[in-house]
């Protein structure tokens, strides 16, 4: 692909900005290109920045020019010179094009170059995430005093970032200390076991991780493979919520206590009908016995009447 532009920074720049009316100049500067019997070129009169492009892209084309008349009529003359040989291949909308793909390319490379140096900025610090509710500095603190404190040559700095996170910076206690950003690296790294534990046994936060901080506290590196620790507090809350012992399986063949108890009460219905039905048989009976012997008492009385 051919990238070479045969115009100036400054044509293309005054083409982006009047795009259309650049481009019916530029057909008459080809045309007066293409006719070898034309010499001159005159332009009406226009506005100081309208000449400033004619004036441009006549030294791009290899022309001369020159402006005439005061203003309000003041207005652009070309002239064809030695120097003219052809007009460019390329159109001003064909570099401009070329020229934008050119610099998204370069600023591409620039961003990925950018990326690659801030990956590999050392680690200065330690950010944690997900940090206990309503947790403040003073308790971050006096939670690690006896790890932070105890680094030579270190102090950290603790602040809240925008993101609720909490990060430790790390700095040499004095000005006078001088720790390479290497040494500083690998004392933070020996120093996240520690930190961690310290994390987890008293729920300061979810995870520890070491990062780059730059001066403004923005995290441009963050160590991504770490986990939560002990997968979060949920899981403890959900240990705490769950029922003691599991539910009692029925084995195949066995009977439940709901089938137990409804059989039991089904026999128990079955005899109070069964001795209520007795009770009235007991009471018919009687009722019949009664009845019998008032008959027979009748019938003696009636019998000792007639033989007297």
Not at 53 to 77: N, T, W, Y
Not at 88 to 98: D, F, H, Q, V
Not at 124 to 142: H, K, S, Y
Not at 167 to 190: G, H, Y
Request: hydrophobic share 35%; with cysteine.
């Amino acid at each position: 692909m051919d990238d070479h532009i045969p115009y100036s920074i400054e044509t293309l720049r005054m083409f982006r900005e009047n795009t259309k009316w650049s481009q019916s100049q530029e057909r008459e500067f080809r045309v007066f290109a293409a006719d070898e019997t034309e010499k001159r070129l005159r332009f009406k009169a226009m506005s100081p920045n309208q000449r400033a492009f004619i004036h441009s892209l006549s030294e791009d084309f290899g022309f001369d020019s020159e402006s005439m008349d005061p203003e309000p009529h003041r207005h652009v003359a070309v002239f064809k010179t030695p120097r003219f040989v052809m007009a460019p291949m390329k159109t001003l909308a064909e570099c401009l094009r070329i020229r934008s793909a050119t610099e998204a390319l370069s600023m591409n490379s620039s961003g990925a170059q950018r990326n690659v140096h801030v990956n590999n900025t050392p680690y200065n610090g330690f950010v944690l995430t997900q940090p206990r509710f309503g947790i403040t500095l003073e308790e971050i603190r006096a939670g690690y005093s006896s790890i932070i404190d105890s680094t030579a040559g270190l102090a950290f700095d603790i602040s809240f970032l925008p993101s609720e996170e909490i990060v430790l910076k790390a700095r040499p206690v004095t000005t006078a200390t001088n720790i390479s950003t290497s040494s500083l690296e690998a004392t933070l790294k020996a120093l996240k076991p520690p930190l961690t534990a310290v994390t987890l046994s008293k729920r300061l936060a979810n995870i520890v991780q070491l990062c780059s901080l730059d001066s403004s506290l923005n995290v441009v590196r963050r160590q991504l493979e770490d986990t939560p620790i002990n997968d979060g507090w949920s899981q403890v809350a959900a240990k705490a919520a769950a029922p003691r012992s599991a539910p009692r399986q029925t084995a195949v063949g066995e009977k439940s206590a709901y089938t137990v108890l409804g059989s039991k009460l089904k026999d128990a219905k079955k005899k109070r009908v069964e001795l209520q039905k007795a009770k009235q048989e007991v009471v018919e009976d009687w009722e019949e016995e009664a009845r019998k012997e008032e008959d027979a008492t009748s019938e003696g009385e009636t019998r000792a009447e007639n033989s007297g």
